[in-house]
T-cell receptor, first 110, second 113 residues
Framework: NAGVTQTPKFRVLKTGQSMTLLCAQD?????MYWYRQDPGMGLRLIHY???????AKGEVPDGYNVSRLKKQNFLLGLESAAPSQTSVYFC?????????FGPGTRLTVT | GENVEQHPSTLSVQEGDSAVIKCTYS??????FPWYKQELGKGPQLIID?????GEKKDQRIAVTLNKTAKHFSLHITETQPEDSAVYFC????????????FGGGTRLMVKP
């Protein structure tokens, strides 16, 4: 099992550009999540999904959109990137209980 | 919403000593408290968790204690080793599925050989 994988690992965007981060899991988990990690602030939940075709807002959803068209994939979109979205993004998946995290995507917006 | 405070933000110990990291939470409805370890360049990984019906849980050199009345919980690592060096995060969740986690700010633990 690969577990949770994220694509890409690194990306640099200019302000106003758009991009999509891809998360894939091969553990047949129902729940999937997107977090951002900033220094000293831990991980903050952006959006999550409790099953294929469903999404919900987390703590910091503004400026992001998500889609869960397939159970194994959870996409995070930035329509118009801003410097405040410079961060490390982590995807996670779970059954009820332990969350399994991917290796992260480091995004810089200039 | 839930607010989780974590202290200290950095902790340096000598190999073989014990390390303690403390967290407080604000929502008395929270009932699931996991601890994650994050090594450099990797995603967080669960190391131990505790539910509100238990006061203490141990797994080899690590233990977690929970005081629901005071709304705080702690991670204890005994006989620390250099490979324990990492960032540790506490979290709290108010539902049994544990899928709405609020994380603390993290503690960077450095174990000196």
């Amino acid at each position: 099992n690969a577990g949770v994988t994220q694509t890409p690992k690194f990306r640099v965007l200019k302000t106003g550009q758009s991009m999509t981060l891809l998360c894939a899991q091969d553990m047949n988990h129902e729940y999937m999540y997107w977090y951002r990690q900033d220094p000293g602030m831990g991980l903050r939940l952006i959006h999550y999904s409790v099953g294929e075709g469903t999404t919900a807002k987390g703590e910091v959803p503004d400026g992001y959109n998500v889609s869960r068209l397939k159970k194994q994939n959870f996409l995070l979109g930035l329509e118009s990137a801003a410097p405040s979205q410079t961060s490390v993004y982590f995807c996670a998946s779970s059954l009820p209980g332990e969350q399994y995290f991917g290796p992260g995507t480091r995004l810089t917006v200039t | 919403g839930e607010n989780v405070e974590q202290h200290p933000s950095t902790l340096s110990v000598q190999e073989g000593d014990s390390a303690v990291i403390k967290c407080t939470y604000s929502d008395s409805a929270s009932n699931y408290f996991p601890w994650y370890k994050q090594e450099l360049g990797k995603g967080p990984q669960l190391i131990i968790d505790i539910r509100s019906n238990v006061g203490e849980k141990k797994d080899q050199r690590i233990a977690v204690t929970l005081n629901k009345t005071a709304k705080h919980f702690s991670l204890h690592i005994t006989e620390t080793q250099p490979e324990d060096s990492a960032v540790y995060f506490c979290a709290a969740s108010y539902n049994n599925a544990g899928n709405m986690l609020t994380f603390g700010g993290g503690t960077r633990l450095m174990v000196k050989p």
